[in-house]
């Protein structure tokens, strides 16, 4: 099974600051991998799809980088409505997909 | 709009069984695999199984094969996960999901869950 790290488990900031989530892989995942915000209540909700890809609807300030085991999701100036907890998600073949197990964005 | 809404959870002992149902809406159903995913109380989210468009491929993350059963029936639009020979490590909130066009691992929409709680 491939271990998804994310890091920080915990990233407090302040509106308009940027964000920088990493996730570190196992095993090398080529670029395949994915971002999901989540919110209390509420599904979550797919951001970043093969490393760098944004979702149908996502903001332009939500980016996604990298490869191999290292990723990165970049929110570039911090909404209000961005905190959250995110998580990463990976698919390799042959293996089972997992998720990492979260970074909480919180209100500085 | 794509809708996913779940059913079948409730409280079962131990050893027990339950089925759950996700039934879409607004979208082509036989055209997306689709996907069960859980959350435990105060984790993370788990992966739990997937199913290809037409049923033809199954998997499941390895705490419940044998245990659990995905399937799906197109001409109800309806996706299902029987599960038996539970145990209290899985009591989550079950959510269903509509993967991402074409693929067999991002989930663009999910339902608002069903809580699945296994105690005696």
């Known amino acids: 099974e491939i271990v998804l790290t994310q890091s920080p488990a915990t990233l407090s900031l302040s509106p308009g600051e940027r964000a920088t989530l990493s996730c570190r892989a196992s095993q090398s995942l080529s670029s395949s991998l994915a971002w999901y915000q989540r919110k209390p209540g509420q599904a979550p909700r797919l951001l970043i799809y093969?490393?760098?890809n944004r979702a149908s609807g996502i903001p332009a300030r939500f980016s996604g980088s990298g490869s191999g085991t290292d990723f990165t999701l970049t929110i570039s100036s911090l909404e209000p409505e961005d905190f959250a907890v995110y998580y990463c998600?990976?698919?390799?073949?042959?293996?089972?997909?997992?998720f990492g197990q979260g970074t909480r964005l919180e209100i500085k | 709009e794509v809708q996913l809404v779940e059913s079948g959870g409730g409280l079962v002992q131990p050893g027990g069984s339950l089925r759950l149902s996700c039934t879409g809406s607004?979208?082509?159903?036989?055209?997306?695999?689709m996907t069960w995913v859980r959350q435990a109380p105060g984790k993370g989210l788990e992966w739990v199984a997937n199913?290809?468009?037409?049923?033809?491929?199954?998997y499941y993350v390895d705490s419940v094969k044998g245990r659990f059963t995905i399937s799906r029936d197109n001409a109800k639009n309806s996706l299902y996960l029987q599960m038996n020979s539970l145990r209290a490590e899985d009591t989550a909130m079950y959510y269903c999901?509509?993967?991402?066009?074409?693929?067999?691992?991002?989930?663009?929409?999910w339902g608002q869950g069903v809580l699945v709680t296994v105690s005696s």
């Open positions: 199913i290809k468009l037409d049923g033809s491929e199954k």
């Open positions: 998600q990976q698919r390799s073949s042959w293996t089972p997909i997992t």
């Open positions: 999901a509509r993967n991402l066009y074409a693929s067999g691992a991002w989930t663009d929409y």
């Open positions: 607004g979208f082509t159903f036989d055209n997306y695999w």
């Open positions: 093969d490393a760098s």
